[in-house]
């Protein structure tokens, strides 16, 4: 008498809330790895936003850096302190040093300043109305 085949292994991909992405999980009782399972999608890589006081990178993520290359010319080595590029006429208390708050901005045409930004999520969020806004 022939011994029937074993019926195949057959496998279904686990729950997401409760298994890794790539789970898979196999009639015969095993848990294991299938590459149609992984539906594992990285974050997208965070955008620079703007270089705020000290050298510090903002990105649109809301995360920060004060690492980041890009904003290393924010600080001046020579000077000991730190601040945005020197601009006389945005040296508005003559300590030498550009802070974040006599800086400019959209109006200079210069990337926004920390408040400009707030006002700006302000307004998307709708806590803050009026012709600011528009």
Do not use: H, K, W
């Amino acid at each position: 008498m022939a011994v029937p085949a074993p019926p195949p292994v057959t496998f279904e991909c686990g729950d997401l809330a409760v298994y890794q992405s790539g789970t898979a999980l196999y009639s015969d009782g095993t848990v294991g790895y299938e590459a149609v399972c992984d539906t594992y999608v990285p974050p997208a890589e965070p955008v620079l936003q703007y270089c705020d006081y000290g050298g510090v990178s903002v990105y649109t993520d809301g995360s920060s850096s004060t690492t980041d290359p890009a904003c290393a010319s924010t600080v001046d080595p020579g000077s000991g302190a730190s601040g945005y590029p020197y601009d006389p006429s945005q040296d508005r208390n003559g300590d030498g040093v550009v802070n974040g708050y006599e800086r400019c901005g959209l109006a200079c045409g210069e990337d926004p300043t920390s408040g400009e930004i707030q006002l700006q999520y302000g307004c998307e969020q709708g806590y803050i109305t009026g012709p600011q806004c528009n």
